[in-house]
């Protein structure tokens, strides 16, 4: 197996999943960013019943463009709640279509954000927002070297 070529991508997976998690919910103690959720003036709605249409995208939709901070460019969910979401039934049992406000704006997942940020184990945590002004610094200069030295068989 080619090493330099394998472990970056093996190690990306798992990076990526860290880097979503500190953007989003990071702690603000050092060395870990602050994190979306935990940064001042940023707007959270709660919502005590299970996610069952499109009501709260649409109010958090208008939150943000009432305070001119606009436009919505991806909201950011758990995939078992883009799950739910894609999932939304009318009385008939039928397909509920979204508004077309909603269709334009692009649904992204991630597996860092937690499902059981309450007192169950069902809670949804969705972030909606412009995310143009999200900047995330990182440094670019790590490398990886693999020893063509080591020997297996004296282990």
Same mark, same amino acid.
């Given at each position: 197996?080619?090493? =330099?070529?394998?472990?970056?991508?093996?190690? &990306?997976? $798992?990076?990526?999943? =860290?880097?979503?998690?500190?953007?989003?919910?990071? &702690?603000?103690?050092? $060395? =870990? @960013?602050?994190?979306?959720?935990?940064?001042?003036?940023?707007?959270?709605?709660?919502?005590?019943?299970?996610?069952?249409?499109?009501?709260?995208?649409? %109010?958090?939709?208008? /939150?943000?463009?009432?305070?001119?901070?606009? @436009?919505? &460019?991806? &909201?950011?969910?758990? $995939?078992?709640?883009?799950?739910?979401?894609?999932?939304?039934?009318?009385?008939?049992?039928?397909?509920?279509?979204?508004?077309?406000?909603?269709?334009?704006? $692009?649904? !992204?997942?991630?597996?860092?954000?937690?499902?059981?940020?309450? %007192?169950?184990? /069902?809670?949804?945590?969705?972030?909606?927002?412009?995310?143009?002004?999200?900047?995330?610094?990182?440094?670019?200069?790590?490398?990886?070297?693999?020893?063509?030295?080591?020997? !297996?068989?004296?282990?």
């Amino acid at each position: 197996m080619n090493l =330099e070529t394998a472990l970056p991508q093996i190690m &990306s997976a $798992p990076m990526a999943v =860290e880097m979503d998690r500190v953007c989003l919910l990071g &702690s603000g103690s050092a $060395p =870990e @960013p602050r994190g979306i959720a935990n940064t001042s003036r940023i707007g959270t709605r709660a919502h005590d019943a299970a996610l069952a249409n499109y009501a709260l995208m649409l %109010t958090a939709r208008t /939150d943000i463009l009432s305070q001119n901070a606009g @436009p919505v &460019s991806a &909201s950011i969910t758990h $995939p078992r709640d883009e799950g739910t979401v894609s999932n939304f039934t009318d009385t008939t049992n039928q397909p509920l279509k979204p508004p077309r406000v909603l269709t334009e704006i $692009p649904m !992204l997942t991630a597996t860092s954000i937690p499902t059981d940020g309450g %007192t169950g184990t /069902d809670e949804n945590t969705i972030f909606v927002g412009n995310f143009a002004s999200l900047m995330i610094r990182m440094r670019q200069d790590i490398s990886i070297l693999v020893s063509r030295d080591f020997a !297996l068989d004296k282990l």
